[in-house]
């Protein structure tokens, strides 16, 4: 019984050895991409849950990811905060229905500048024809 007992003992420690690595791997692999690291992502990546990461990577995820908050990124010349790949996602959505807004508008603008075009041209035909005829008044006098 001792012996079954030691050996479920070593395969225990084998998993949780096992798991940590992984942990680790999944961290550096968020470095390397330079993505945000968060419980959830490390989770996922590893491949464990996030009570195992709470329960023996708490401190140190928590630092993790309170330096990755005070990070800034350089995009296009303006300097943004580092974000989740959730917050990104709703970054991403927002800005999607902004551009729809803004194409909408567009064309509402091409059609009232297309209108006034045409309008602008009328009135301009009707300053000729009175012009034409004011000429033409004056050279019969």
Known sequence: ??????????AREQRSLEKRR???????????RNEVITFK????????????LYD????ELSDLRNDDRDQKH???????PARTPEEWKHV????????????KELGDVRR??????TEA???????????????NSRSKS
């Open 121 to 135: 041209e009328n009135e301009r035909g009707k300053a000729e024809h009175f012009r034409q005829n004011w000429i």
């Open 92 to 103: 991403e959505a927002l800005l999607r229905n902004k551009i729809e807004r803004l194409k």
């Open 74 to 80: 350089k995009i296009d010349g303006k300097v943004v």
């Open 56 to 59: 023996n990577f708490k401190d």
């Open 1 to 10: 019984m001792n012996d079954k007992t030691e050996a479920m003992r070593l």
């Open 22 to 32: 992984s942990v680790q791997d999944a961290i550096e692999t968020l470095r390397s």
């Open 41 to 52: 992502t490390v989770a996922t990546l590893a491949g464990v849950s996030r009570q195992f």
């Open 112 to 117: 009232e500048n297309a209108r006034l075009k």
